[in-house]
């Protein structure tokens, strides 16, 4: 009955001693692992918690009270910042002040030859303008030449307009 109770309470798995020698190399793969990450971590310096204790007792920053924050008067600061943009319109007022009467159109136009006016007004205008420019032509002065004859003259007239 001894025989019979060893060989049917246990029982080895299939494969068990084909895979022994692999789990066994495993297992001390692992151990040799977990020893070396214990001795590579990171370390902290012989006594440090003490060392901190005493350095901020001797800094003073332990057992105080936190110092009170100082107020600043906000209509100060705003008086300020109006002033200051105060003086940058006045600046830029003046200097726009300064600027306008010295470049308007009339006085670059008075300033361009009329030949290069004469030039412009060729080169640019069509006969839709013709009744518009001599609206705002105050005085026409026109030099003509006696040679010309007036059949030249009306087929210029015919050409242009």
């Known amino acids: 009955m001894a025989a019979e109770d060893k060989n049917s309470n246990f029982k080895v798995p299939d494969g068990y ?15 040799n ?5 214990l001795n590579a971590g990171f370390t902290l310096p ?6 901190l204790k005493y ?12 110092l009170a924050k100082s107020k600043t ?8 910042k109006y002033a200051a943009a105060a003086c940058i319109l006045i600046v830029c007022g003046f200097a726009v002040f300064i600027n306008l009467g010295k ?3 009339q006085k670059q136009l008075a300033n361009l ?20 420019i001599i609206q705002n032509v105050n005085e026409i002065k026109v030099e003509v030449d006696k040679k010309i004859s007036t059949q030249e003259l009306n087929d210029y ?3 242009t307009i």
């Open 103 to 105: 470049n308007t159109i």
């Open 73 to 80: 008067k906000i209509f100060k600061l705003n008086l300020i």
């Open 157 to 159: 007239l015919n050409q």
């Open 113 to 132: 030859p009329n030949e290069d006016i004469e030039l412009y007004l060729q080169n640019n205008t069509n006969n839709t303008d013709l009744p518009l």
């Open 46 to 51: 012989q006594n440090y918690f003490e060392n």
């Open 55 to 66: 350095k901020l007792a001797t800094t003073g920053k332990i057992n105080q009270q936190p």
């Open 17 to 31: 001693f084909d895979k022994l020698a692999l789990n066994i190399q495993s297992t001390v793969f692992i151990e």
């Open 33 to 37: 692992l977990k020893e070396k990450q």
